[in-house]
């Protein structure tokens, strides 16, 4: 009684698990249509109610601490992965403490100076990499930018000293770690499962190299280049003048790393699969390169430079539209929740998922949804607009305003710390590649399917494109 549909299925435990883990989009749309904005679906057991459109958004994302819970949903998988005592490990009051921190780190300053040591590592990335040697050639595109956006962010956010090892220790250990994030972990993170231990190895080795990095700078053995994150962590102490642990930073470098390596390298690898698939839009983002730099192809860009560049602003907030990666945001119920407007309660018992991205790929919203096109954002205001009510959850002013049709980086509390830092590293990757490359696709017309099956959606492999230099 008062609670809200449940989704029809066979099989008690498995319940919704399969249809929703293959197309979760098609999935809510389904219910939707047959069940409103909210229903409760069984995955893997659990009771799960969705709650779509602004309402659903807003209930879910401003919802008050004491009545939702991201950690206790997100932290079986996050913690093996990223170490103790951080991001979801602590509780929320410590958590904000750590979001500030990482804040201090991603300042306008801290961005400029990333600017050029990400030019530098896309030339010598392409320069070097044996796949793009000759005039012209075909690639699978997913991988390439899974490394670029992990070369420019080790370069840059990790510091000199990730960067070095990448081709060695690096690499492996961050393997480790990546294979055991995937959302069978969310219910059996114990399992004693190969790939479980190396991420339980892995994960101890990782803390031991950063906090190496950590100390040896402490000692004064590594020289000061730019802003990156390790720095200004060294410096954060918390309210009670605790300084940050060693431990707790590598930790967090770990949990940033992990953030932000598939959400952006998904999201430019589908703009540049987008690109291939329309290569008119291509060239209208190289023209805007040329008009940005004065007509010169050699030119690098600045800061500044990258405030201007509108369409390419557009092709990224275009993408995440119809490629958000993080299709569905989820919460525990701590006390029932009655659903204002309705009969229904939802109890403690449950799940919450917010699926803001359903807004964005629907007709009602964006007319012709389904369709790419970066144009379209020239008569959107900027969805920033929509964001206007903030609030400070202890890291600064958040928007919190959840009632947009388009929130690929969230909102409220847990809204997302590094949509600054992925906006400067997708539009330097973006103007980088189309100034070196046409692009183009092999057989295929459009772009792939989305592949679910990890945490954060991606481009289905394999995903071929071709490219051609231009002439230098
Ligand atoms: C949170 C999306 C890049 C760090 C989030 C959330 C979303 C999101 C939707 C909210 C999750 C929730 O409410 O449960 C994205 C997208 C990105 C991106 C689409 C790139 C295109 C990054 C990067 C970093 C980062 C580069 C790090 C530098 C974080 C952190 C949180 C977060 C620390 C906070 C989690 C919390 O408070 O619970 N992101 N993100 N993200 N993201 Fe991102």
Known sequence: RNLPPLVFHWFPIIGSTITYGIDPFKFLFDCQAKYGDVFTFILLGRKVTVYLGAKGNQFILNAKLKDVNAEEIYSVLTTPVFGKDVIYDVPNAKFMEQKKFIKFGLTAAAL???????????????????????????????????????????????????????????????????????????????????????????????????????????????????????????????????????????????????????????????????????????????????????GSTTAELTYDHLQNLPLAKHVIQETLRLHPSIHSIMRKVKNPLPVPGTEWVIPPSHVLLAAPATMGKSDAFFPKAELWDPHRWEHIADPHESEKETMDYGYGLVSTGADSTYLPFGAGRHRCIGEQFAYLQLTIVVSMMVRYFKLGNVKRKGVVETDYSSLFARPMEPAYVRWEKREE
């Open 112 to 294: 400029r100076s990333y600017v050029p040591l990400m030019q530098d590592e896309f030339h010598s990335f392409i320069k070097s990499n044996p796949q793009f040697k000759g005039a012209s050639g075909i690639v699978q595109l997913p991988p390439i930018m899974a490394e670029i956006t992990l070369f420019t962010t080790a370069r840059t956010l990790q510091g000199k000293e990730v960067r070095q090892q990448l081709n060695t220790t690096y690499a492996k250990l961050y393997h480790d770690l990546d294979d055991a994030f995937q959302p069978i972990n969310f219910m059996l993170p114990w399992l004693p499962l190969p790939r479980n231990r190396r991420r339980d190895i892995g994960q101890r080795k990782m803390t031991q190299l950063y906090t190496d990095i950590i100390q040896a700078r402490r000692a004064g053995a590594t020289e000061k280049d730019s802003e990156d994150m390790i720095w200004n962590l060294m410096q954060c102490s918390y309210k009670d003048e605790t300084p940050l642990p060693d431990t707790e930073i590598a930790h967090m470098m770990i949990g940033l790393l992990m953030a932000g390596q598939h959400s952006t390298s998904a999201a430019s690898a589908w703009i540049m699969l987008h690109l291939a698939a329309q290569p008119e839009t291509l060239e209208e983002l190289h023209q805007e390169q040329l008009r940005a730099l004065g």
